[in-house]
Structure formats: structure tokens, C-alpha cells
């Protein structure tokens, strides 16, 4: 059984940081692309940053330069380090994988950015 469990959200001040934390079970981690997407107040759910096997990573534009995404797979772990917030940053971030023809999700942190 696939299971994401995210967890570092919190409120932080604008140009603030936080560190996002993914811990997944149930299929094997190191073979598989990861996710990062949020979902803002009223928007769409998007994709924030991607690292794949090996470590090859990827970026939206609108967090470029600011957030940074790894991995530990001998941990079955998958972060975000986000910094330089901004209140726009504002959302529900989730972690994601694509397994067996299924888009898998955690349950999300909130992240509040104040200005």
C-alpha cells in the first residue's frame, strides 16, 4: 500500500524559509520520479518541483532560484527547502508519485506565508 506522509508547514514571515519533508512507504522509492505540488486559496493544484532517479530535478518558474528539492533514498525521503518565501507561496503542498497507472498523494502541510 503506497503511503506519502508530509509534514514541516507551518507560518513564516515573507523571505522566511521552511523545510518540507516527505516520508513514503509501499513501493520502491528510489526507482520513481517525486513531486512537489501546492494547491493556493482558490487555484489550481501545480507542480512545484520534480526529482527523478537518478537526480535529475526541475522547477516551476514561479519558485526557480528559491526553493531547492532532494532526496534521501536510502530513507525513503523527499524534501523541499524552501526559501526567500513569499506570501504568494501560500498553499497546501503535496507529495506525489506515480505508481501503477495511479496518481498517489499525501494527505498535505499547510504552508502560510505572512507579509
Known amino acids: 500500500q503506497v503511503q506519502l506522509v508530509e509534514s514541516g508547514g507551518g507560518l513564516v514571515q515573507s523571505g522566511g524559509s521552511l523545510r518540507l519533508s516527505c516520508v513514503a512507504s509501499?513501493?520502491?522509492?528510489?526507482?520513481?520520479?517525486m513531486n512537489w505540488y501546492r494547491q493556493g486559496p482558490g487555484k489550481e493544484r501545480e507542480l512545484v518541483a520534480a526529482i527523478g532517479s537518478p537526480d535529475s530535478t526541475g522547477y516551476a518558474d514561479s519558485v526557480k532560484g528559491r526553493f531547492t528539492i532532494a532526496r534521501d533514498n536510502a530513507k525513503n525521503m523527499v524534501f523541499l527547502q524552501m526559501n526567500s518565501l513569499k506570501p504568494e507561496d501560500t498553499a497546501v503542498y503535496y507529495c506525489n508519485v506515480w505508481t501503477d497507472g495511479t496518481n498517489r498523494w499525501g494527505q498535505g502541510t499547510q504552508v502560510t506565508v505572512s507579509s
Open positions: 509501499g513501493f520502491s522509492f528510489s526507482s520513481y520520479t
